[in-house]
Structures are given as structure tokens and as C-alpha cells.
């Protein structure tokens, strides 16, 4: 199932712009594909506002410390990646430390395995090391993205077995140039 937001793309390369606080609506939509909620039958993205621990990655987003990257394709918005400073009660899956933001990234599905998520990582990673010491994410075991993160850098912190969907990641990449 397809959120009607996200029109159907043509073969054009989408062009990459920083996330503002009016994307928070598609955000949103690229939470519900991050966090697989499109694999439950009638499930639609603003449901996931209901869920606090999933709520938190998106609502109020445009706050110091949050940092984004937007895909743009020529009939609108086609992936994200962004990072949040999630601490203290506000933690998230991926927390490792409070001055480590947390990491969600998605592409539409028409897009994924058209190395947009690559880009994005990049692009973001970018931006973030100039921010932050660090930047953490939790990852399913299986899903295929984990090989992303792991040809980035990232580094496996701890294993979370109680995680709703199986078993899951805690990650982290350091920026030693910083």
C-alpha cells in the first residue's frame, strides 16, 4: 500500500535538499516505511501518531538539533533521511547517548534499490559529522538496509531482542575526523 502523497515517479534522478520543518507530513510517511508499519494491513501513517516511541522521531520536527535530507523527484518528495537528538525520556530504539542523534531513513517503495538511500546516508552523514560526535540507529536483524549502514561505518553497540517485529540493532558511527 501506497500513501497517496507520494505520486509515482519518472526515471528522473531526484535532486537532494536539506529537511525543513514544513516536511514533517511526509516524514511522517518515510516513518511509516522505516518502521515497516506498511506490512500491517490497513495501517496508515498518521496511526503511527498514536505510538509515543515512534511519534517522537517525527512531531515538532525543525528543533534545534534536528537535521535532515530530503529526495526531491519531479512530482514531489521520494525519501528521507534524518536525525533527532532523542534523550533522556524522550529516548528512542537507537539511543546510545544524549548527545547522539538517532537516525530514520526510507524511500518510497517505487524507489528502493535505486541506490537513493545511499545518497541520502551520505549526504546526511555529511552534514552531521560537522554537528555531532556520533549518529546511532536500530535496525530489524534482516532487514536489508543493515548492509548500508555497515558499508557506512556503522558498528554494532548492542543487540535488542525484545523489539516488536523480531530482533534488532542498536548502531553507531563515530566521526573520528571531528
Given at each position: 500500500m501506497v500513501p497517496p502523497r507520494i505520486a509515482p515517479q519518472s526515471s528522473a534522478t531526484p535532486v537532494l535538499r536539506l529537511a525543513r520543518a514544513d516536511d514533517q507530513p511526509f516524514l511522517l510517511t518515510m516513518l511509516f516505511y522505516a518502521a515497516h508499519a506498511d506490512e500491517d494491513e490497513g495501517v496508515r501513517p498518521e496511526q503511527l501518531?498514536?505510538?509515543a516511541m515512534l511519534a517522537r522521531y517525527v512531531v515538532g520536527f525543525g528543533r534545534a538539533g534536528d537535521l535532515g535530507v530530503i529526495a526531491e523527484g519531479p512530482r514531489g518528495p521520494v525519501g528521507a533521511a534524518w536525525v533527532r537528538l532523542l534523550a533522556g525520556d524522550d529516548r528512542g530504539y537507537g539511543w546510545v547517548a544524549d548527545d547522539t542523534p538517532e537516525l530514520a531513513i526510507a524511500v518510497a517503495p517505487a524507489m528502493v534499490g535505486?541506490?537513493?538511500?545511499?545518497?541520502?546516508?551520505?549526504e546526511l552523514l555529511e552534514h552531521a559529522r560537522t554537528r555531532y560526535p556520533a549518529v546511532s540507529l536500530s535496525v530489524r536483524r534482516e532487514n536489508p538496509a543493515r548492509r548500508l549502514y555497515v558499508r557506512f561505518g556503522f558498528?554494532?553497540?548492542?543487540?535488542?531482542t525484545n523489539r516488536v517485529g523480531g530482533g534488532s540493532e542498536t548502531m553507531i558511527l563515530r566521526f573520528e575526523d571531528r
Open positions: 501518531l498514536a505510538n535505486a541506490g537513493l538511500g545511499a545518497r541520502m546516508l551520505g558498528a554494532r553497540v548492542r543487540d535488542v
